[in-house]
């Protein structure tokens, strides 16, 4: 990831769509006492309505936007995760498909042109989006893109009860709010935001940490030592999952994310940790800029996941590459008997590059594979599985 040494201005509408945001904010901040949580502050600035990053009406998603995400980037890739599926669904009844954060909503569109290709489609897909504003973009987009298939897509609020079926989440768990911590001179502080004398925000070391930070900045003391340090923990995450895990009676979670086995993830040389902001695709490590109209993310401590996901009884089934994944799914296969011409062939490959190298997003993105009550192991998620070493 590169650091923008200059970042593009916001226009007059944009700019003052973030003062609106850091009005509110410091409202917040003072109504609180003083200081917030980091993850307040990332849960303001991406899901404040009509004025977080996620909330509020600019195009984030795809070309011309901020980031690509995998599906954006080719639709091999929901296409390939439709074969992962359906080894799911040919040892379910009856199964469904929950989506969590469906961005733009192609990733809907493309399983399910696959899955009705594979004469497998889900009794019902269900968008579970904390975005109003995406929700009205993934309506729109299954409306023009699916007709035929629209009535097969459903909005949620929240989990349904006893759950069959697979639930997936591309590059979610980074979007929720993370706490800091700041390890100094043998102290353990939560990095907190509040205003300096000139109403300014900014950092501050707090050291009454919530039970809960307290127990996580213990362990990972473990790895870093005594060293300056400063990391982020993803709480959030931990209890979205232990919510699917309650909803789940029978089937799969597949999570896709950039991020790291702990060990990798607190080593003792990411001093920094791995907070990242993009603004109009330029990435940086300042949350303070633009409040509202630049994107802010953490990678994805996948141990903490799968911990979470042992101790509530799921099944930790597998731990992979996103590109073994994808090829274990049959990407390259789909190449052959999906594109027509010679100039979408070359296309593809070309997307193919960007999903798998180690260089784009083939490694740096894992596939963390979670199942509940499946007889049969899951053959494509045992290539080059990687469970060792969560
Ligand atoms: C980085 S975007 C990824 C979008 C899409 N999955 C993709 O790959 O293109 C993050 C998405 O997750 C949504 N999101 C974040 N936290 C969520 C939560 N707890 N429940 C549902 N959606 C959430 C955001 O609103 C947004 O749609």
């Known amino acids: 990831m590169t650091m923008a040494t200059k970042l593009p201005v916001p226009d007059n509408m944009a700019q003052q769509h973030s003062d609106q945001l850091l009005t509110l904010i410091k409202q917040k901040i003072a109504i609180e006492g003083g200081e917030i949580s980091f993850a307040q502050y990332m849960h303001l600035c991406l899901y404040t309505p009509g004025l977080g990053y996620y909330s509020a009406g600019s195009h984030k998603l795809g070309t011309g936007g901020d980031f690509t995400t995998a599906p954006e980037i080719s639709s091999l890739f929901s296409q390939t995760l439709a074969h992962h599926i359906n080894d799911v669904f040919s040892q379910l009844t009856e199964p469904n498909i929950i989506e969590f954060g469906a961005g733009s909503g192609k990733m809907a569109v493309d399983i399910l042109l696959e899955l009705e290709h594979l004469n497998r489609l889900p009794a019902n897909y269900f968008i579970i989006e904390a975005s109003a504003d995406l929700r009205g973009r993934q309506q729109q987009q299954i409306e023009a893109k699916l007709p035929h298939l629209s009535h097969v897509v459903q909005w949620l609020d929240q989990l349904p009860n006893n759950f069959i079926g697979v639930v997936l989440a591309n590059e979610v768990c980074d979007a929720m709010p993370v706490h800091r911590l700041h390890f100094s001179s043998g102290h353990i502080y939560e990095q907190v935001i509040t205003l300096n004398s000139a109403g300014d925000l900014q950092w501050c070391d707090n050291e009454f940490l919530p039970e809960e930070l307290l127990i996580r900045a213990n362990e990972i003391q473990h790895f870093i030592g005594q060293q300056d340090y400063v990391t982020e923990v993803n709480l959030q995450a931990e209890a979205w999952l232990s919510s699917v895990a309650d909803s789940l009676d029978q089937g799969a979670v597949f999570i896709i994310d950039y991020g ?102 083939g490694e740096n993105f894992k596939v963390l594979t979670l199942t509940r009550q499946l007889e049969h192991l899951l053959p494509r998620i045992q290539l080059r599985d990687q469970r060792h070493r969560l």
Do not use: W
């Open 260 to 361: 790291y086995p702990n060990i990798s993830y607190y080593h003792p040389e990411r001093t920094t940790g791995t907070l990242m902001c993009y603004y109009q695709q330029q990435g940086h490590d300042n949350p303070f800029i633009f409040p509202g109209l630049q994107d802010i993310t953490a990678h994805i401590d996948f141990t903490a996941l799968a911990e979470t996901a042992q101790s509530n009884h799921l099944d930790v089934a597998g731990f992979q590459t996103q590109a073994d994944f994808l090829i274990a799914g049959g990407i390259t296969e789909l190449v052959s008997t999906h594109a027509d011409d010679e100039l979408k062939r070359l296309q593809q490959a070309t997307e193919i590059k960007r999903l798998t190298l180690p260089s784009e997003m």
